[in-house]
């Protein structure tokens, strides 16, 4: 029995994977088109920040902060109380979160031009005006997004993983629908237009999945609910520490804003790659795992918990310790291929791949902190993340002003601040995770971490040196590109492979004996 739940689980995992990278790629090719067509300069920097601003705002206002607070209230209640109690907390829940999102829309929609102004100091007059235009259009997406979240939530909860991993899929596919048939015809609104129409599909493609599982949405809105109260306590703190990512953004666009044009896209691409390939797998494992942990820590398994964060760790840093190694090898050949397209040109790639490279360096960091962050919140610890994600935003303001200021690094210095950031924060978070739950951090888990950052550098190494020879017989297009890369990778992962084999990596042993 415990064999048959451990496949069923690899398979939703593994399926759940392949969704996400579908949906990432997309993403990906979502923002190839629109460096093909903008390229890298005024046109891109406007679109690009426009994009960014309501997704800055939502992470730091209500983003992480319904799926991290609602899930283990509302397992909690499932657990405990029964469905008929967890469904009135969700509609209570829907309706409070729903009025809030209004209330951040409206307040954005009034305050545009001073947030961009604000964000993006080092932009012209012009540049923020017109800036400010388009984020009026995509500020009510808020609430649909606010929503769309929540029903994440509400279907994983149910077991349904399936449906949550597509959403991003559809809306990605409306976007490159949108600018495969219209391209600049119809202008920077038309992409935004697009935009918003493809966030409110997130919300739309979920319903029926809802209602399947028998969920009915009934108006209620008690602020008095016990759930509400829960919610509330974990909320301020869950918020505080998702601040990181969205202002380790705020701090590139500020700094990047007064490097020229072209600077804040460039940042921006090279950091939505870096995500999108750790997204692919911590983000799958973490919505995967996340309702589980909730349901361990409600159920005082201690043992059960220490297990699934341990194991969900195992997966990821193996699988990330490849993917940077890569990347910090093959940064410029990575975004010559990915973007180099249209009005997207060779200096372009140059400006990206630095800041790739330096991104590259803290994938790992990123990864431990995605799913260690949900191991706090599933025991409803918000407060221990908060002040480690403060001290992290410190640490990056510090070695952006060092790394910009002092050592001239410029757009690299950038990215190695959001790299150092995420690794100080993902070392906190294991020697603390440990003082709410004992052996989640075992010796032999560190030691091997320790081993694949080893496997790791040699892997970098092996790419590094056989796209030097290969670039140096050959030279070509595109696919010739393409070919290099794929022939300085092969290699590498079976480095990476053996290297992991003969240091005797006990995470592949289990890893091994689960599959």
């Known amino acids: 029995m415990v064999e048959e739940?451990?496949?069923?689980?690899?398979?939703?995992?593994?399926?759940?994977?392949?969704?996400?990278?579908?949906?990432?790629?997309?993403?990906?090719?979502?923002?190839?088109?629109?460096?093909?067509?903008?390229?890298?300069?005024?046109?891109s920097d406007v679109l690009n920040t426009s994009t960014q601003i309501p997704l800055l705002l939502f992470d730091m206002t209500l983003g992480v902060a319904i799926l991290s607070t609602f899930v283990p209230v509302f397992n909690n209640f499932l657990c405990r109380d029964g469905r008929e109690r967890a469904e009135k907390f969700a509609c209570n829940f829907i309706s409070v979160i729903t009025v809030v999102a209004a209330a951040v829309s409206l307040l954005g929609i009034v305050f545009s031009k001073q947030i961009v102004g604000a964000i993006a100091g080092g932009y012209s007059a012009?540049?923020?005006?017109?800036?400010?235009?388009?984020l009026r259009i995509l500020f009510p997406s808020i609430i649909f997004t606010a929503v769309a979240y929540i029903c994440v939530g509400l279907l994983q909860s149910y077991g349904e993983f399936n449906i949550p991993s597509v959403i991003s899929l559809v809306s990605n596919l409306i976007m490159i629908a949108y600018l495969v048939i219209f391209g600049d015809r119809l202008g920077l609104t038309g992409v935004i237009v697009s935009m918003f129409f493809a966030w409110v599909m997130q919300l739309v493609i979920q319903l029926p999945a809802l209602r399947k599982k028998g969920f009915k949405y009934r108006l209620s809105f008690d602020i008095h609910d016990s759930g509400i109260k829960d919610v509330a306590k974990l909320a301020l703190p869950i918020l505080i520490s998702s601040w990181v990512q969205p202002i380790c953004t705020v701090i590139n666009t500020a700094f990047g804003s007064r490097m020229g044009d072209g600077a804040v896209s460039a940042l921006n691409w090279a950091n939505k790659i870096y995500i999108i390939m750790v997204g692919v797998f911590a983000y799958a494992v973490t919505n995967f795992i996340f309702p589980k942990l909730s349901r361990q820590s409600a159920g005082d398994d201690d043992e059960g918990f220490a297990k699934t964060t341990r194991s969900s760790l195992g997966w990821v840093m193996i699988i990330i310790g490849i993917i940077s190694a890569l990347f910090v090898a093959l940064s410029q050949p990575i975004i010559k291929v990915v973007?180099?397209?249209?009005?997207?040109?060779?200096?372009?790639?140059?400006?990206?791949?630095?800041?790739?490279?330096?991104?590259?360096?803290?994938?790992l960091g990123y990864a431990v902190c995605e799913i260690l962050n949900k191991s706090f919140y599933a025991i409803k610890d918000g407060i221990t993340p908060m002040i480690i994600s403060v001290l992290g935003v410190a640490v990056n303001c510090a070695s952006a002003y060092i790394l910009v200021s002092a050592a001239h690094m410029e757009i690299g210095g950038l990215a190695l601040a959001s790299a150092i950031s995420s690794i100080f924060m993902a070392v906190c978070l294991m020697i603390m995770i440990n003082r709410r739950k004992k052996n989640v951090i075992t010796a032999l888990f560190v030691a091997d971490m320790v081993k694949i950052v080893i496997c790791g550098a040699a892997a970098a190494v092996t790419a590094h040196f056989v796209y030097g020879l290969v670039d140096k017989i050959t030279d070509g297009g595109m696919f010739i590109t393409l070919m290099k890369l794929c022939a300085a990778a092969v290699p590498s992962v079976l480095v990476y492979a053996v290297s992991a084999l003969l240091t005797r990596i006990e995470l592949l042993k289990n890893i091994r004996r689960k599959a």
């Open 5 to 43: 739940k451990s496949t069923k689980a690899v398979k939703t995992v593994s399926f759940m994977t392949v969704i996400v990278f579908c949906a990432k790629f997309l993403g990906l090719f979502r923002e190839i088109l629109i460096g093909s067509v903008y390229g890298q300069g005024y046109k």
């Open 339 to 363: 973007f180099e397209h249209g009005a997207f040109s060779a200096k372009s790639t140059q400006i990206t791949a630095k800041a790739l490279f330096y991104y590259s360096f803290g994938m």
């Open 126 to 134: 012009e540049k923020v005006a017109e800036t400010a235009t388009l």
